[in-house]
Each structure stands twice: as C-alpha cells, then as structure tokens.
C-alpha cells in the first residue's frame, strides 16, 4: 500500500497497516482515489478516483438512519435497510390487533404508509471535511477542563455556522485520537415512513440462535420511505408532504453476485477501537467486558421473564430484547475472537515495538515520551472508574428516573444561551427530546419497569459505599419503589411534556417522587461530569499526541493507517469469499432449501407457510442463480464492518445494488479490535432473496415496479 495525504488535511499521513490485507480498512471518502490502483486490482470496475466524490452516484444515494445505514433505491426516496433497523418502528406501530412484529406490514398505496417511531430521521451525506485547523484554534497551550471547554465551544462554533443552511444537521468528529477532526453535513429528513417489512419468519428468520452466526437464512430487509413538505424542504409529518426526490439511487443488478466477486459497501460504521492502547484492551477483554456480558444475559433473561405470556408486553420491550441480546452476544464473540486471535498479546507486542521507537532516538523520546506517561496515567485513572460507572449506568433502566433526570437537565440547560448548552440539550434537539419523551409510552409497562429499576438498584448497590452516589443512597433509603411509581405523573407522554417547558423552580418545588430524585442527585452528576470533562481534555491532548507518533512510526515503515471508525461515513471493499472453520468449509452462499431445512413452524424458526410451499416447488422464477441452480439467501464476504453499517448497501464492481450488509460471524465481531482476515467474515441478505420474496411472498409489485424491476 502506498503512501498518501488526506485532502485538504494537515500534513499527517494517513495509511494502512501493511501487515493487513485490502479488505482491510473503513477509509474516508477522500482516501479512495489513493487506493484506486489496490481496488482495480480487486475488480472495481468504476473510476476509483471519482468513487468517493460526494457530489456523484453511488455515494450521493448514501443515507444514515442515525444508528443505521440506508441508501435510496428509487427516484421516489424509498429507502432500504435492514429489518431490524426498522423493529422499533414496526413495535411502534402495533397492538394486538395490528401485529406488524411478527406478521410484516406492506403499504399497498403510498396513503397506507405509516409514520415511523418518533425520532426517526434519514440522513442524506452531503460533505466531509477537514476542520483540524478551527477545532484546535485556542487549545494548544490549555489543560484539561480548560482544553476541553475549548475544543467544546469550537465544535459549536463550526456546527451552529453549518446548520444555518436550512434542515442541515452537522457534527464534528475526532479522528486520530483528536489529532484531526472532519465536520460532516447532511441533509436532515424528518418525515420518514414505514414502507415494507416482511414477517418475522423471514427478516429475523433464525432470530437470536442464528445471530451471528452461519450457515445464515435471514431476509434481514424493510423499506422505509422519505418525505418533503410540497416545496422540497425537509418538515415534520404532515398528510401533504411527497417522496422526496433524491440526487442519486442505485440501480438494482440484473445478475447477482458469484463467489470471487468484487464486493463495497459504504455506510456508517459506529465505532471500532483498534487504535486503543494494549493496556486498555487488556482491561476491556479481562474485566469490562465479561461483567457486561453478564449484566445483558441478566437484563435479557428478565425481561423475558416479566413479559411471558403478556402480548402487549411483549411487543412494548421488543426493540429493548432485541437490542439487548444482540449485545451480549457480540461481546461473547469478542471475548472468544479475542482468545483465538491472541489479540492481547498481539497488542503488546505492537505496542512494544512502537515504543521501542520512540526511545530509539533522544529527539522523538523528547517529542512523545511525556505525551505516552500521562496517557499512561489517564487509561489507569479511566479504568479505575469504568466497572463503578457501569453499575450506576443501569438505574436510567429505570425509565421514569431517566426521563426525570433528562427533563430536569433540558430545564436547567434552557436558562443558558444556546451556544453555551451542553450537546444533546440546544435548540437543534427539542425535536429528538419531544419525540423521546413521547416514544416511551409504546416502550413501557409500568409493573415490568418497576421490577427493572428495583434490579438495577439492587446490582448497584454491590458497589462499596464510597464510589456510590450519595445523594441517591439518601433519597432511596427506606422508600418503597413501588409507591415512586404510585405517586408519579411521568408515566403519560402529556405530563412529561409539560415538564419539557418548566424552570428548574417549578422542578425544585414538585411532589412528583422521581422529579425530586432527579433534582436531589442533579449537583452530584454534576459534579462527576467535570471531572469527567477535565479527564477528556487531559486525554485528547495526551492521545492524539501519541497519535501523531503512532502516524510517524508507520510511516517509517512505509506502511499507512485509517482512523478508527467513529460514526462518519466509510467506504469498504472486498469479496465474496467463504472461509473454513475447524475442519469445515463455509461456502459463500446459503439458499432457499435451507429454510426448509430449518423450519419447524415453532419459535425463531417460523417461517411463512407460502414461503415454505413455493420452495418446496422450486418456483423461483427469475431469481436462480445459474451457478448454485437455485434460490440464494445470504452471502459473506470480506468487507470491513462493524455495528452503524447495518442496512448498507451491497454494490457489485460496477456500483449496482446486490444485497445489504446485515451481520458478522460470532468469531469476527473481535474486528473492532482487530482485523483479521482469515477469521473476519460479513454477511450480507442477497438482493435476489429480497426481490423474491417481495414479488413472490408478499406481493410487493408497487414496489417492484418502483425499484426498476416489475414483478413478472
């Protein structure tokens, strides 16, 4: 891999690891015209070095969901994704009546679309750029709180300027450790609906026992759907507004794809961890992570039990079991990809190498050395802290304390100007907080959170006396949690409401229980926050120092190096490949005879009767791949992921639709830490199992029609 330079960045090198293979990396857009040569080779059959211009297909049909990613797949701003992004929507919109979790939801018309759960939004990517110079400007000579505030208000600065542009949402992200950051736009669509979702026996087909792992039958697929007020600008949801018309979709592949095809994804990875120290992969896979493994097994298993028989309780904790078990079941394939790869010892021995030099040489030790003793020191002081911080975290499962608390903090953060609140708490996030405040009514049953929060309590009182929060300890201390519950008005979206406009006075003065909690415990979580902030300061100053060191010593090597991946979009790219485990062969696909083979009509494994028929026929019309003579499901592949790409688009050499990314296998979730590509595999639903199943199970002709390819 050669060298390169970001554009328009300062003058660090950006690069990849040599050791790695080309499947290796979540590279910035700005990066690809530097490794077109690497993706020719692979198979691209674009121009790679116009691939990741903004401005042009296919990444102008590139959209975030804000914890998922999407893209536009027809002029009319239908928008795919995974099935299970979309759960919280179809939770949102069911009852006992209307069971869309289990049963699927189509809209035959576009009148029949439903409004997705409140909050939703779809992204549209717009800019990435560099922004290092105005975020450090002032921060050089400062320490701790006083850097952190800083770095704070400069951050503000250039997203207030972004987001005067109407329906623009803007954010700015660290990268290298904060030794460089990117200011990245999109256009903010508020009007998204629920288009199509199949049953539950095909889009989580398999559900929690299959999760993560392969052979895999999931049509892990839905569609939602962007709308615009008539003249285009992004509004709330209203019964007049359109589809909105998108810059760019991505035309839907005649051909699918075949084992040894070049294969990219771009999407919004959330967060990877592989440019972390070895001592804190050490404390995360030794300590942090075992104990919340065994606090998701916990958490899942009681939800379960305090819904059991209980529909309406059922669907209202759904999307919360969901999200839980799909948790704790990656950490538990960390904790083994980690054993299998030796990954701590791997760290180490990396770490020990680049320190080795830095003291080679008088001149870089003088450069660096500080920096790495005092985030030497800061980890430690991190660590210590982070097991306590995790058993406090788990009373806002308590969701009438969490409400209280955020409302209590939205009014005292409301007596402040604009740009002098705290993130999460201007004037750009009433929308999100309203619409949160009202989303718990569908997620919420107030026995079931009683018996939660009583639980957290209880975990958190194993933590000794002097790491836990005082002021909680003495509002607790002989009440009855059930009569908190009692007494309280925050269990009805019109009453939380009212508190999103009252002063910090009115909540001094309230009788409500957990109103009064809040306000006894706010000066405390206060109080923790500084110190908190005076900590981050410490440690982006120290960090990305270190950073700048760890970008020399690859560069003296000749070798290059991607940023962790922070939620800011990514390209990737590899190839369909299967892998072999202990003795076995995976092959790159699965197909429909492995429904069949699955299916019990039970449980997880349910799948549509129609479904099970017609592939018990074999009528898979259009859709056979040649190569296998039969109906594909899922295939995997060697692209780079992690959580936040989920509903990316799949595209083929030539940039057409071939599937989305759904899923790892268990072994290689460890790649937030460390890729490796004899074990890392992803997984992604077949566009041909998608438009099967839309024209053949669900009739989804409208749709089909839409997309460019009529039912036939």
């Known amino acids: 891999m050669k060298k390169f330079l970001l554009a328009g960045a300062s003058a660090l090198i950006v690069a990849v690891p040599a050791a790695v293979q080309a499947d290796e990396g979540m590279w910035l857009p700005s990066q690809t015209a530097a490794i077109a040569d690497e993706m020719k080779a692979a198979g691209l059959e ?40 979309v ?6 919109n069911s009852s006992p009546e209307n069971d869309y979790l289990t049963d699927g939801f189509l809209a035959k018309t576009l009148g029949d679309e439903l409004p997705a759960a409140p909050g939703s939004r779809i992204y549209v990517i717009e800019d990435l750029r560099d922004v290092s110079k105005a975020m450090l400007k002032g921060a050089d000579k400062l320490e701790g709180r006083a850097r952190f505030d800083r770095l704070q208000a400069n951050r503000a600065a250039l997203i207030e300027a972004c987001e005067k542009q109407a329906n623009r949402r803007c954010d700015v992200r660290a990268y290298f450790g904060g ?7 999109q256009l903010e669509i508020q009007d998204v609906r629920l288009v199509y979702a199949p049953a539950a026996g095909v889009g989580n087909f398999g559900g929690e026992k299959d999760n993560w792992m392969w052979p895999r039958h999931t049509g892990d697929f839905s569609f939602y759907r962007a709308y615009v007020a008539p003249n285009g600008a992004s509004a709330p949801f209203a019964k007049e507004n359109v589809p909105f018309k998108p810059k760019a979709f991505l035309p839907i592949a005649k051909d699918g794809v075949k084992a040894g095809d070049f294969v990219m994804v771009a999407g919004f990875p959330g967060t990877t961890e592989r440019l972390r120290t070895a001592d804190e992969a050490r404390f995360y896979y030794e300590e942090l992570y075992p104990y919340q493994q065994r606090m998701l097994a916990e958490y899942g298993d009681r939800i379960d039990e305090l819904t059991a028989g209980n529909q309406a309780a059922t669907i209202a904790y759904a999307a919360t079991l969901q999200g839980t078990e799909n948790y704790e079941k990656k950490i538990a394939g960390q904790l083994a990809g980690a054993d299998a790869i030796s990954l701590v010892a791997k760290k180490q021995a990396d770490e020990d190498a680049f ?31 982070a097991l306590a911080d995790q058993r406090k975290g788990m009373l806002s499962r308590g969701q009438l304390y969490s409400a209280a608390r955020t409302l209590y903090r939205w009014s005292n953060e409301q007596t402040k100007p604009n740009k002098d609140r705290e993130p999460g708490f201007q004037d750009r996030d009433k929308a999100f907080m309203t619409q949160r405040m009202a989303i718990i ?12 929060f009583a639980d957290a309590i209880a975990e958190y009182r194993q933590l000794p006396a002097e790491s836990r929060i005082k002021s909680f300890d003495a509002f607790i201390e002989g009440r009855d949690i059930a009569s ?14 009212e508190w999103m406009g009252k002063t910090p006075a009115d ?4 009788n409500d229980p957990f109103i009064q909690l809040a306000v006894a415990t706010y000066d405390e979580a206060m109080a923790g926050e500084a110190a908190d902030k005076a900590r981050s ?11 700048e060191a760890r970008l020399a010593y690859a560069a003296s090597q000749g070798k290059t190096m991607y940023p962790d991946a922070n939620g800011s979009l990514r390209f990737t790219y590899g190839k369909v490949t299967g892998k072999k485990v202990d003795g076995q062969e995976w092959t790159p696909f699965t197909t429909a005879e492995g429904i069949v083979a699955k299916h019990t009509g039970r449980g997880e494994f349910d799948a549509p009767d129609k479904m099970i028929e017609l592939i018990k026929a074999k009528d898979y019309g259009r859709y056979v791949a040649p190569e296998l003579g039969t109906l594909p499901v899922d295939f995997m592949s060697t692209v780079d992921i992690t959580n936040g790409n989920s509903g990316s688009s799949t595209l083929n050499a030539r940039g057409e639709f071939v599937g989305l990314a759904f899923d790892g296998t268990i072994e290689g979730v460890v790649s937030d830490w460390m890729y490796d590509p004899a074990i890392n595999r992803t997984i992604h639903v077949d566009s041909r199992f998608m438009l099967w199943t839309m024209e053949k199970i669900d009739g989804a002709d409208r749709l089909l029609t839409e997309m460019g390819v009529a039912a036939q």
């Open 46 to 85: 674009l121009d790679a070095k116009t691939l990741g211009d903004l401005q042009r297909p296919p990444l102008t049909a590139i959209a975030s969901l804000g914890g998922c990613s999407a893209a536009f797949l027809s002029p009319e701003g239908l928008v795919a994704t995974n099935h299970h992004c």
């Open 87 to 92: 759960v919280g929507s179809l939770q949102y």
């Open 179 to 185: 030794a460089q950051y990117w200011l990245q736009q």
């Open 355 to 385: 320190r080795a030099w830095i003291k080679a040489d008088p001149k870089r030790e003088a450069q660096y050395g500080a920096a790495l003793v005092e985030l030497d020191r800061l980890i430690a002081e991190t660590n210590a802290a």
């Open 441 to 452: 009514d569908r997620r919420y049953v107030e026995a079931i959170d009683q018996q939660l």
């Open 484 to 497: 908190l519950y009692a007494t309280s008005e925050l269990g009805t979206s019109a009453k939380r409401m």
């Open 507 to 510: 909540f001094r003065a309230s």
């Open 537 to 547: 300061g410490a440690m982006q100053k120290a960090r990305s120092k270190v950073m």
